[in-house]
């Protein structure tokens, strides 16, 4: 148990659907994250909150959509996605953007069909 | 360009040691890490180092050298549970965490 929940576990969704990841961290922390992890690839940061604001966004589809109402609670809103955006989503916590320590979620493993 | 390389799998024997290696180029440097993945779990954080040398924590060390932007990771009295992924990442100026594609490594009995 790291102290950052995610939800679903798994998720298999077609082209057309709307789905929605949720990433929860219950250690008061201030920084946010969402990663990519694909089959023998280096993670890749998606996007990174600070106090509820986005700072970074690398050159994320529009089809990947974040939110973050509150620092401890993340989304990661999906629709119309593609076959190679099948991949393991990782959320992971920080107390700020220097991350000395992050913690992750255990991951949504998603599948496009 | 930025860039993170480690051996993609290693194979050891249970009671022995291993040493992971890790080269790396970043714009900017703020620190090395070294995080552990087992199959179908999150990463959980190992070792950060940011100067030179050599930090022990119990069975696991981590050496940096920044000179030769170079890093290993050490286990000692290897256990099966070692069986994992080992991730190299490191940071830079902007403290953006730029990461290696991981090391499967492998314990024999």
């Known amino acids: 148990e790291t102290g950052v929940t995610q939800t679903p576990r798994h998720l298999v969704m077609g082209m057309t659907n709307k789905k929605s990841l949720k990433c929860e961290q219950h250690?008061?922390?201030?920084?946010m994250y969402w990663y990519k992890q694909s089959a023998k690839k280096p993670l890749e940061l998606m996007f990174v909150?600070?106090?509820?604001?986005?700072?970074e966004n690398n050159s994320v589809p529009s089809r990947f959509s974040p939110e973050c109402p509150n620092s401890s609670h993340l989304f990661l809103h999906l629709h119309t996605l593609q076959p190679e955006d099948s991949a393991l989503y990782l959320c992971?916590?920080?107390?700020?953007?220097?991350?000395?320590?992050?913690?992750f979620g255990q991951g949504t493993r998603l599948t496009v069909v | 360009g930025q860039n993170i390389d480690q051996p993609t799998e290693m194979t050891a024997t249970e009671g022995a040691i291993v040493q992971i290696n890790c080269t790396y180029q970043t714009s900017g440097f703020n620190g090395l890490f070294w995080y552990q993945q087992h199959a179908g779990e999150a990463p959980t954080f190992l070792s950060y180092n940011v100067l030179d040398g050599l930090e022990e924590k119990g069975r696991f060390s981590s050496f940096l050298s920044r000179s030769k932007g170079y890093s290993y990771l050490l286990l000692k009295e290897l256990q099966m549970k070692d069986s994992a992924s080992y991730l190299c990442?490191?940071?830079?100026?902007?403290?953006?965490?730029?990461w290696g594609a991981g090391t499967k490594l492998i314990i024999k009995p």
């Open positions: 992971a916590s920080s107390q700020d953007l220097e991350q000395r320590e992050a913690f």
């Open positions: 250690l008061g922390h201030n920084a």
């Open positions: 990442a490191s940071m830079d100026s902007n403290y953006q965490l730029i």
């Open positions: 909150y600070s106090l509820e604001e986005r700072v």
